[in-house]
Structure formats: C-alpha cells, structure tokens
C-alpha cells in the first residue's frame, strides 16, 4: 500500500471492471484514501485523544483541517483511523491550535491537577492563533464523494448480543429488550404517585430527609382521640 504506482493500478482495474470482487466500493473507498494521504507522513493524531488530554470538547475534521491549512502546513486523513490526521506540522503548533480551540470551548480550570498535562499544556499561551474557519481544501475528494473509507456495521444493533439465559433458554435480541424497556421509568413514576395515599413512617419520627421528594404522604395523621364527636 506504501506503493502508489500499484495503488493506482489496482484502481484502474476497478474502474475496468468493478463488478469483480464484492467488495469493490470498499477497496475503491480505502485506496483512494491512500493516494491522498500524506507519503512522507508515517505517523498521525487522533483528534479525540488531543481532546481528552486538555479535557475539552473535540473540533470536527474540516476544522482541525482548515486550522493546520491556514498556518501553512499540509494536512490529510489515514486510512488507519477515522479520526486520524497526517500532518508536517510540528507538535507546537498542534497544541497551539488545540490551545486556541480551548479559549474557544473553555475547560473548567479549576478543576485541573496542577500536576496534570492538561494544566501545564494550557498554562502557556498560543504563540499561534488558530484559524478554524472551515476551508475548501480541507475535505478531501474522497470525503466529498462519499466513498465507502471504512468498514461499516453489517446490520442494526450489530456487536455482543445479550448473554444466555440461565438453563439454556435462548436471550431475547437486543431490538426486543430495548422495547421491554420502554417507558419503565414513566410507569415508576405512575407507581410511586400511586403511594402518596400511604403515610411516611420516617416523617411520623421526624427523621425523613426527602421532603417534598418522598413519595409517601406527608400529611398528619388523626388518631381516633383526635377525630371530632358525631
């Protein structure tokens, strides 16, 4: 794959015939990924594990794209990880730009360890200033042609399924336990107002804490000395 002469042929033997493997939209899909990447490049980030370092929200592609772009450096995907970006930046201006995200999704700072990276990485001001307005050449054709880049899931609810039932009973799928448990939290809530005729036993000993919130009933209760005469 780090061949882009056999790449491109390969390419050009779908393009003559591409009914010939099932999964023909798939290798057009991946390998063209391949031709855009960057060949000099060998390693990549991940925008959701630069996110999780500062403790802040993760920009989309195009932005992160289009900030790299605008501080004149050069910038693709990888058909390793979706969420991966090949660049010759240095690692500066990488956190410079994710500082500059940061002053624009600020993280609660006081909740940071001054012995954390996030702490020390923020600490220091952006000696770039990140441009994130989104640019043209930021979506690579193959993104823009919406090729099939990356395996997708073969159905609905796709992965482990629920475990076996005790005596070897066949488990329900997940569609049909996801119905079972529906509306479960509006029908406990129909049955605790149903409680509200019934006394507090904690409010009786002047030990209940939930108030308002309990969903027995506050009100005093009469004795037979307290009832009125007939």
Same mark, same amino acid.
Request: aromatic share 2%.
């Given at each position: 794959m780090h061949d882009l002469d056999f790449v491109q042929s390969i390419l050009n033997a779908l393009k003559r015939n591409p009914q010939r493997f099932k999964t023909s939209d798939r290798i057009k899909g991946v390998l063209s990924m391949v031709l855009e990447e960057l060949a000099d490049v060998p390693l990549y980030y991940t925008l959701d594990s630069l996110s999780s370092i500062i403790h802040c929200n993760t920009p989309s592609l195009l932005q992160f794209r289009s900030a790299i772009l605008h501080a004149g450096y050069r910038v693709s995907l990888s058909h390793a990880c979706k969420n991966a970006i090949k660049t010759d930046a240095p690692p500066s201006v990488i956190w410079d730009i994710m500082r500059s995200w940061e002053k624009?999704?600020?993280?609660?700072?006081?909740?940071?360890?001054?012995t954390s990276p996030a702490f020390h990485i923020l600490s220091t001001e952006p000696r770039l200033q990140a441009c994130f307005d989104v640019r043209k050449d930021a979506n690579p054709k193959s993104r823009q042609q919406?090729?099939?880049?990356f395996?997708?899931?073969?159905? !609905?609810?796709?992965?482990?399924? !629920?475990? !076996?039932?005790?005596?070897?009973?066949i488990s329900t799928s997940l569609a049909e336990k996801s119905k079972q448990h529906q509306n479960k939290r509006k029908q406990r809530e129909e049955d605790q107002s149903s409680t509200r005729n019934f006394p507090c036993k904690k409010f009786q000993q002047g030990c209940c804490a939930r108030a308002e919130d309990c969903c027995y009933s506050h009100e005093p209760v009469l004795s037979a000395t307290d009832e009125a005469p007939p």
């Open positions: 624009k999704n600020p993280v609660k700072r006081e909740r940071l360890s001054a919406g090729l099939k880049r395996q997708e899931n073969p159905e !609905a609810n796709w992965g482990p399924k !629920a475990r !076996a039932k005790a005596g070897g009973g």
